[in-house]
């Protein structure tokens, strides 16, 4: 329909497609972004085109890009139950509390469950070492790294 | 037992015999918790005399509670969370992705399998806001512990 060759329409594809995957990998801005073009000495209506492509396509493009980083198995959710063991085969008479946790995490596209348990003076342990995790964030050295970095 | 210098005189067969008549006897007490009284009058059926009853008792009340914690113990559950540890970092760039400026956390739950001995730890990557939400979970569980142990 195009009544090119179709080697041309490829390097075309390719060629575009390099251009937006570089300039959403390096977020570059607007004005990088036209000096950059302005080199292939294309009409301005063509780079005004290439321009509104890349700033309305950029942030998807980052997304995806963002899936081929190499990754641990991430966060899902928790469920958790409460439980008392009130007798075993080798113990009869028992009051042993116990919090069961199901932990799904997601692993490239596939979705593991795993079943945990821990005791109450662990769980609470873990809440206050968790905490401290989150209030991290928020002290003076991060601030000051977060700031400092963009 | 076997090699105890008091007990050479006696003929080795006797001896395992009475080891594990009172190693069942001690195990099936420590089992149903039952109290002296019981163990007493049980001693008493079997012909033992007053002394050696007194005796027994008293040294299996030395030990009830060891007794009672290694029983408990014994048994099958889901893998046991015994620690927690996590590291916070800042993400700037990949080799895919450029100026990424995003804080990550890694969690590693630390566990142990009474069976096996040990099993690889359950680690896995979050945002705040998942880690939040775990937090967020936890606690909940927490208050409902406190709850019902209020009851």
């Known amino acids: ?150 | 037992i076997l090699d105890d210098p008091d007990l050479k005189d006696i003929d080795p067969t006797v001896l395992k015999h009475c080891h594990a008549a009172a190693a069942t006897c001690i195990l099936e007490a420590g089992k149903q918790k039952a109290d002296i009284a019981a163990i007493s009058t049980c001693l008493e059926d079997c012909k033992l005399d007053k002394e050696r009853i007194e005796q027994f008792c008293t040294e299996y009340q030395k030990n009830k509670d060891a007794l009672e914690i290694l029983l408990g113990s014994i048994g099958r559950s889901p893998l046991h969370i015994t620690d927690v540890s996590w590291r916070l970092e800042y993400q700037i760039k990949s080799n895919q992705l450029h100026k990424t400026y995003q804080p990550s956390y890694l969690v590693t739950l630390n566990i142990e399998n009474s069976d096996l001995g040990s099993h690889p730890d359950v680690s896995f990557s979050c945002t705040m806001e998942q880690l939040q939400d775990l937090v967020g979970k936890l606690k909940d569980a927490a208050k409902s512990l406190e709850r019902a142990s209020q009851m």
């Open chain 1, 1 to 150: 329909k195009l009544n090119i060759g179709v080697d041309t329409v490829q390097h075309g594809v390719e060629g575009l497609t390099y251009l937006l995957t570089e300039s959403s990998k390096l977020m570059i801005s607007e004005i990088d972004f036209q000096d950059s073009i302005n080199v292939l000495g294309f009409s301005d209506e063509l780079n005004k085109l290439l321009l509104q492509l890349y700033l309305e396509n950029r942030k998807e493009i980052r997304t995806v890009l963002s899936e081929l980083a190499p990754k641990l198995p991430s966060y899902h959710s928790l469920e958790w139950r409460l439980d008392v063991q009130l007798a075993s085969r080798s113990l009869r008479q028992q009051i042993k509390p116990a919090v069961t946790i199901k932990l799904h995490l997601n692993q490239n596209e596939d979705q593991t469950a795993q079943v945990l348990q821990t005791d109450p003076s662990t769980l609470l342990h873990l809440i206050q070492q968790l905490e401290q995790a989150l209030g991290e964030m928020k002290t003076n050295h991060c601030r000051r790294i977060v700031r400092n970095m963009k």
